[in-house]
């Protein structure tokens, strides 16, 4: 099976109603033959037609929804190779100030690539947003780590970074920007639990054995935050995909975006489409944002 992308237009109800039915069509197909869903969108409508669809053939649907408070699966956007990960973090962090019409100052970002790079090195894959969290607002805190690791000071760049760092007499001025935009976003109380999971769904294998799972990131009064979200665990998918094609059996898996344009760039959206064309990816996206679909068409 040759893989495809499908970019779906129109208003919002047309394009529900064309998705829906090619989520009917999967379902039952996959009664033949064994492919995965995942479905990432802001408002929950085409989980419903998915879980009504697996209902009636008693399938397993795995969904992440943060208005479920008692949730039977959870997601862990924090998994896979190290580089992978770090670099998720710091993408989330400038994709967070762009969506707040904000830019991250070389200076900032430093920073967090350091605290990050810190935290990293001494969690490993163990990381939570929280913990970054804990020592961007408490310097005690990282004082205490970076002394702890002092004996690390000429192979560790972030060691050396905050010896001279902390030292600085702005240097609580400097981070309290940070602090408050990323306080912000993981003490959502909907959002909460998935920035503080070290476990969950193994998205790399979810892709390699035919899940299906439907992710509501939801659109609530704040939708920054449901897009960010959505943003990460996105990019957790992207990196999933590059870690799949390790695998030696893999069954093709349909990854439908729904109002991508909020959660992903035009540029990051073609090299999404570039790796999925190698891994028999098939992504279908739905977009209403004029201005995005003038980018695709100008590219």
């Known amino acids: 099976m040759t893989s495809y992308n499908k970019i779906i237009t129109g208003n919002k109800i047309i394009r529900h109603e064309t998705i829906a039915q090619m989520i009917e069509g999967l379902i039952k197909k996959r009664n033949q033959s064994l492919l ?4 990432l969108e802001p408002d929950g409508r085409l989980g419903k037609v998915l879980r009504e669809e697996t209902r009636k053939r008693k399938m397993v649907l ?3 929804d943060p ?13 896979g190779q ?7 973090i710091l993408n989330t962090f400038k994709y967070l100030y762009k969506k707040r019409y904000m830019t991250l100052t070389e200076s900032e970002y430093e920073y967090l690539e350091n605290i990050v790079g810190l935290v990293r090195s001494v969690k490993g894959n163990n990381t939570t947003f929280s913990e970054i969290l804990e020592l961007v607002r408490d310097k005690a805190v990282l004082e205490a780590e970076v002394n702890k690791q002092k004996d690390d000071l000429k192979s560790n ?9 902390l030292k600085e007499k702005t240097y609580e001025e400097s981070i309290k920007g940070i602090e408050i935009m990323l306080t912000d976003l993981i003490q959502d109380h909907m959002y909460k639990r998935y920035y503080n999971q070290k476990a969950g769904i193994d998205t790399i294998k979810s892709l390699v054995i035919g899940d299906l799972i439907n992710i509501n990131t939801v ?13 990460l665990l996105l990019q957790t998918i992207k990196d999933s995909i590059k870690e799949r094609k390790l ?10 975006i729904e109002e991508a344009e909020r959660y992903i760039s035009y540029e990051e959206l073609r090299e999404l489409k570039e790796l ?16 995005f679909l003038m980018e695709q068409k100008t590219s």
């Not at 208005?67 to 998994?79: D, F």
């Not at 695998?247 to 439908?256: D, N, S």
């Open 247 to 256: 695998r030696e059996k893999v069954v093709p898996h349909y990854l439908i």
């Open 67 to 79: 208005t479920i408070k008692e949730a039977e699966y959870i997601i862990n956007p924090l998994q």
């Open 36 to 39: 995965g869903i995942t479905i």
């Open 82 to 88: 190290f580089d992978d990960v770090t670099n998720r």
């Open 219 to 231: 659109s609530h009064k704040e939708r920054v935050k449901g897009d960010v979200f959505g943003y």
């Open 157 to 165: 760049k972030h060691i050396r970074y905050f010896k001279t760092k």
């Open 62 to 64: 795995k969904t992440i």
């Open 276 to 291: 999925a064309k190698k891994e028999n990816i098939h992504i279908v996206t739905g977009i209403e944002d004029s201005q």
